[in-house]
């Protein structure tokens, strides 16, 4: 089985990046494994311009390969303010259209929220799942 695991936190060596590879070290002996992290992010905000399916960072064709070919789909958010990351909402708003639906389907999806607090669930929660 693939696997992509999306660490969606935007910090060097943040607590989501450390859960992200803990799953990958248990999952990696059995299945094919990739991790996915943030700290690499540049996907443009919405209102700067849109990403050209054709011509796709290094960072955008990565996210896009690994989450296609995987059958299972880890995403990871870290809680900030009892809300998911800004690039984990952006992500989905720029990555969800037609000319990515393929990375989107037939998969099973894995939400957890991190925080080292209490408000961990809340993330996944405003995602609406």
Not at 14 to 29: C, D, F, G, P, R
Request: glycine residues 8%; proline residues 4%; contains cysteine.
């Amino acid at each position: 089985m693939n696997i992509c695991i999306i660490s969606g936190s935007p910090r060097w060596n943040s607590n989501t990046v450390k859960l992200a590879k803990a799953i990958e070290s248990l999952a990696k002996e059995h299945h094919e494994v990739s991790v996915i992290d943030f700290a690499h992010y540049d996907i443009p905000l919405e209102g700067q311009g849109k990403m050209e399916h054709g011509s796709l960072s290094n960072f955008q064709q990565t996210l896009y390969n690994d989450m296609e070919k995987a059958e299972l789909v880890f995403i990871l958010s870290p809680e900030y303010n009892w809300m998911p990351s800004a690039e984990i909402v952006n992500f989905f708003n720029q990555m969800t259209g037609k000319e990515y639906s393929t990375m989107w389907h037939n998969k099973v999806f894995a939400l957890a929220g991190v925080s080292n607090g209490r408000g961990g669930r809340m993330p996944i929660i405003q995602m609406g799942i």
